[in-house]
C-alpha cells in the first residue's frame, strides 16, 4: 500500500443503487469490445473459450469531490458495458502485461458535467442519453426516444449484508473482485491511445445486497462486437443467490481517485 499523499484525499465520493447483470460470451466476440493495447486475460467465472461481460444499470447519488469545488452535489443515471479480467499490453516499459483491470467500452449518463468529467479527467467513455426507470425496468434511448439497452428486473428477497449472500465473493474479492479491479481508460477523453487507470472502491461493509432476476434487450450494437437480442432468451436470468454469475442490487457508498499511471507499484490507498 503506497503512503498517504495530499493527492491520495481527492477522490469523488457518493452513494450508489448498483444493478448488475453478466453476459457469458465467446472469447473472440468480447475481444472486440477491447481497443488497441489491452487483452482480455485469465478469469475462473466462465468456461474456456468464453469471457464474463458485465452490465450495471445504476444511481449515482450526491457525487460530489472531497475537496472544496464550485461543481453542485451530481445524483444521475449511469448504464456501463464492462469487460473485466482485461490487461494492458502496450503503453508502459517492460514486457509484463498490467492488469487485471476493468474496462468500460460504453457508459451512458443523462447528467452532462459527470459526461463531461469523466471523459476530460478520467479518460472514461461516457455520452450522454435518455434514461427512463421504473420499478422493474431501466432503459437507455438515443435522442429519437428508440431504446437503446434495457433491463427487466424483479428483486427477490429482503437485503443482507454481503457476508450472507451466496456466490458474491468474486465480486468483492480484494484485488482481483470483477468490482474490486481498478479501471482502466484511455487518454484523451476516452478515444485516446494512452490507458490510464483509477480505483473505484465501494465500503463493502457498509454495503446490503439483495437478488435480482432480469432479462437484458440490446437494441442497438452500440459498441462494435456487442450482440443484440434478448439475454438469456425466453427466462429470466436467475439472482446472484443461485448462481455466481446471477444478477443482483448493491446500496453501496462508493469513492473513486483520480487517474493514475497503470504501472503504478500499488493502488491508492482509500482515505473515507
Not at 11 to 28: D, F, H, K, Q, Y
Not at 122 to 145: C, F, I, R, Y
Not at 211 to 225: K, M, Q, S, Y
Not at 245 to 262: E, I, K, T
Amino acid at each position: 500500500m503506497q503512503p498517504l499523499t495530499p493527492l491520495s484525499y481527492i477522490n469523488l465520493v457518493g452513494n450508489g443503487i448498483i444493478r448488475g447483470a453478466t453476459l457469458v460470451l465467446p472469447s473472440e466476440y468480447v475481444r472486440n469490445l477491447l481497443p488497441f493495447g489491452l487483452e482480455l486475460g485469465p478469469q475462473d467465472l466462465t468456461p474456456p473459450g468464453t469471457h464474463p461481460v458485465s452490465f450495471f444499470f445504476q444511481e449515482m447519488i450526491r457525487a460530489h469531490m472531497t475537496i472544496p469545488t464550485l461543481l453542485p452535489d451530481m445524483t444521475y443515471h449511469e448504464q456501463i458495458v464492462g469487460v473485466p479480467f482485461t490487461y494492458v499490453t502496450r503503453g508502459y516499459p517492460g514486457s509484463a502485461p498490467l492488469g487485471p483491470f476493468f474496462f468500460m467500452p460504453n457508459l451512458y449518463l443523462d447528467n452532462f458535467l459527470a459526461t463531461l468529467g469523466g471523459r476530460l479527467g478520467w479518460g472514461l467513455a461516457k455520452q450522454m442519453a435518455t434514461m427512463s426507470v421504473t420499478e422493474n425496468t431501466w432503459a437507455v434511448h438515443d435522442p429519437d426516444g428508440k431504446r437503446i439497452i434495457g433491463l427487466d428486473f424483479t428483486p427477490k428477497g429482503d437485503y443482507v449484508p454481503l457476508a450472507q449472500m451466496p456466490n458474491f465473493e468474486p465480486y468483492c474479492r480484494p484485488e482481483t473482485g470483477v468490482m474490486v479491479q481498478p479501471l482502466v481508460s484511455m487518454l484523451p477523453a476516452g478515444v485516446g491511445m494512452f490507458p490510464v487507470c483509477s480505483d473505484f472502491d465501494k465500503k463493502w461493509d457498509d454495503a446490503v445486497i439483495r437478488p435480482l432476476e432480469t432479462r437484458i434487450h440490446i437494441d442497438n450494437a452500440f459498441v462494435p462486437g456487442l450482440p443484440t437480442g434478448t439475454f438469456p432468451a425466453g427466462r429470466d436470468a436467475p439472482g446472484i443467490d443461485v448462481s455466481v454469475l446471477g444478477s443482483f442490487q448493491v446500496l453501496a457508498h462508493w469513492r473513486m481517485s483520480l487517474a493514475y499511471p497503470c504501472n503504478m507499484s500499488s493502488r491508492w490507498p482509500a482515505s473515507w
